[in-house]
């Protein structure tokens, strides 16, 4: 079921995504819609940008017949909530919002390895490895800075909810790596051969949170792709962690 409800005032709104608005499979799911931006859905394994084939930013273009801007970015192999500009005045708002970190991101994410600890923080500078890969430094100069809850589900399973409150590249990625806890399907930065065995890397942009021109927004979209995402146990999780900013 899809539905949205107003907060405690006209100026709050909350929206949760429960099945796709939009469920032709070649097209993208919108959740919200308004004059500045789109609130759209990202596969795994889409591409954000375009390389050989069209990125995800074009596509949802093309399917929506207007220019659209991104003002943040997802990596190929994680899913979820893309907020899209609808015009480069909105994408400079967006854009001083994330620089001031006045958009909250929540995330999900499933390893099949235990962490070095079940909850806190990840606080370290970032810096690049081999093959396009990052790694933390021992430094504390500009640091990515990772917060997290997490629960077991099934055997060997770990699910985690991620509260980044820094956008560096590969910052999820890495913070659970560190933990020991790599994303379950992350050819990257988990076992690889391991990896290749998953249907899909278990990372997804769950919820947004942030005010826009008086208006306080909240959205929430729980995994629909990933067997280990839509397991019951995972679901039966969700119920407790549908209101991500009220755990951290």
């Not at 004059?35 to 859905?41: K, T, V, W, Y």
């Not at 081999?130 to 997490?150: C, E, H, V, W």
């Not at 820094?166 to 999820?172: D, L, M, R």
């Not at 947004?208 to 019951?232: I, K, N, Q, W």
């Amino acid at each position: 079921m899809c539905y949205w409800k107003n907060g405690y005032n006209q100026r709050q709104h909350y929206f949760e995504l429960r099945i796709p608005l939009k469920t032709n499979p070649r097209a993208f799911s919108i959740l919200f819609e308004n004059n500045d931006f789109i609130i759209a859905l990202k596969p795994a394994g889409v591409n954000f940008h375009s390389e050989k084939e069209a990125g995800f930013v074009v596509q949802v273009s093309q399917q929506e017949s207007i220019p659209l801007f991104p003002v943040h970015r997802l990596d190929k192999m994680t899913s979820g909530l893309v907020i899209l500009a609808k015009s480069s005045e909105a994408a400079t708002l967006f854009g001083k919002m994330f620089e001031n970190r006045e958009v909250e991101k929540y995330y999900l994410a499933i390893s099949m390895r235990k962490p070095k600890k079940k909850q806190g923080w990840v606080k370290a500078d970032m810096g690049s490895a081999r093959r396009g890969d990052y790694k933390l430094l021992p430094t504390m100069d500009n640091p990515a800075i990772t917060q997290f809850i997490s629960c077991a589900l099934r055997t060997h399973e770990r699910f985690f909810l991620v509260k980044p409150h820094t956008g560096k590249t590969h910052q999820i990625r890495v913070a659970l790596k560190s933990l020991g806890s790599p994303c379950a399907g992350d050819e990257r930065y988990a076992a690889s051969e391991e990896a290749r065995k998953e249907d899909r890397g278990y990372l997804h942009a769950y919820a947004l949170r942030f005010t826009l021109h008086g208006e306080a927004f909240s959205f929430v979209s729980p995994p629909h792709e990933g067997e280990r995402f839509v397991s019951a146990e995972g679901t039966a999780q969700l119920e407790i962690w549908n209101k991500p900013w009220e755990l951290f």
